[in-house]
């Protein structure tokens, strides 16, 4: 009986280092693959880290709008509000931006019909200065285009 003790508790000792390996050999495993809270934000702070070496490396933007992609949808939204013209479908502009941030030479890319293609003309070039876009850190003057979405339903 003695004998059977100790030979049991052997026995679960045993398991349970083979256990707790496992565990730690799937724990490293999925540490590795990016699991948990720290070693997320730890790879997000490394990929925007990358991202603006990146910039800073090539040094090329592209023109944005003042405050970015949220701000445009906000203005162009608010335009679209109080334009006044009935019908739908998605007009697209593409224009340059000069080295100042000026919009110039815009046209209609993707038409939706005669109204709303002057609609979406006079919005975009009636926009504020934009960001100019960059090529080896210098300001360049640079193509954009805008899509506008008539009659659209938010």
Same mark, same amino acid.
């Given at each position: 009986?003695y004998i059977q003790?100790?030979?049991?508790?052997?026995?679960?000792?045993?398991v349970s280092m083979?256990?707790s390996?496992?565990v730690?050999a799937k724990?490293?495993?999925l540490?590795?693959?990016?699991?948990?809270?720290?070693?997320?934000?730890?790879?997000? #702070?490394?990929?925007?880290a990358?991202?603006a070496?990146n910039?800073?490396?090539?040094g %090329?933007?592209?023109?944005s709008?003042?405050?970015g992609?949220?701000?445009?949808?906000?203005?162009?939204?608010?335009?679209?509000?109080?334009s006044?013209v009935?019908?739908?479908? %998605?007009?697209?502009v593409?224009?340059?931006?000069?080295?100042?941030?000026?919009?110039?030479?815009?046209?209609v890319?993707k038409?939706?019909?005669g109204?709303? %293609?002057?609609?979406?003309?006079d919005i975009?070039?009636?926009?504020?200065?934009w960001?100019?876009?960059?090529t080896n850190?210098e300001?360049v %003057?640079k193509?954009?285009?805008v899509?506008?979405h008539?009659? #659209?339903?938010?």
């Open positions: 009986m003790k100790i030979l049991l508790a052997l026995l679960l000792g045993i083979s256990a390996a496992q730690d724990m490293k495993a540490q590795a693959k990016g699991f948990g809270a720290r070693n997320m934000a730890a790879q997000q #702070a490394d990929s925007a990358r991202a070496d910039e800073k490396a090539t %090329d933007t592209e023109p709008f003042p405050g992609d949220i701000f445009l949808q906000a203005y162009l939204k608010k335009k679209l509000l109080h006044n009935s019908g739908k479908g %998605d007009v697209v593409s224009f340059h931006v000069d080295k100042q941030g000026n919009i110039y030479g815009a046209e890319t038409s939706a019909g109204t709303l %293609d002057t609609q979406a003309f975009v070039t009636g926009m504020p200065r960001k100019p876009g960059t850190g300001p %003057d193509p954009a285009s899509t506008l008539f009659g #659209a339903e938010d």
